[in-house]
Nanobody, 126 residues
Framework: QVQLVESGGGLVQAGGSLRLSCAAS????????MAWFRQAPGKEREFVAA????????YYPDSVKGRFTISRGNAKSTVYLQMTSLKPEDTAVYYC???????????????????WGQGTQVTVSS
């Protein structure tokens, strides 16, 4: 059974830091690209970061570039999101995603849906 399990969310003050983790199991995720998305109440899901299977390419939107860093564990089936200089607008449920092709994470479509985790809440207070 494929599972992506996120952890590390919580409540933090603006300007603080958090590190999210996503542990993948059930497949050989070491050959998968992985990504983080987030969804705030009343808003659409938003891309946050992606990393290729061998970590040779990283992707970020402008909203988090320079503040967030995505990385993979040594076994490559774990992915992390280090978040610094957090802002209240970063408040959301953060989801981990995995797909063999990083393009499917950068441009999701019904025909190539990633595996998703259940999400972890991040709340940034002002």
């Amino acid at each position: 059974q494929v599972q992506l399990v996120e952890s590390g969310g919580g409540l933090v003050q603006a300007g603080g830091s958090l590190r999210l983790s996503c542990a993948a199991s059930g497949r050989t995720f070491s050959s998968y690209a992985m990504a983080w998305f987030r969804q705030a109440p009343g808003k659409e899901r938003e891309f946050v970061a992606a990393i290729t299977w061998n970590a040779d390419r990283l992707y970020y939107p402008d909203s988090v570039k320079g503040r967030f860093t995505i990385s993979r564990g040594n076994a490559k089936s774990t992915v992390y999101l280090q978040m610094t200089s957090l802002k209240p607008e970063d408040t959301a449920v953060y989801y981990c995603a995995a797909h063999p092709n990083v393009e499917a994470l950068l441009n999701p479509s019904p025909g190539r849906s990633p595996y998703w985790g259940q999400g972890t809440q991040v709340t940034v207070s002002s």
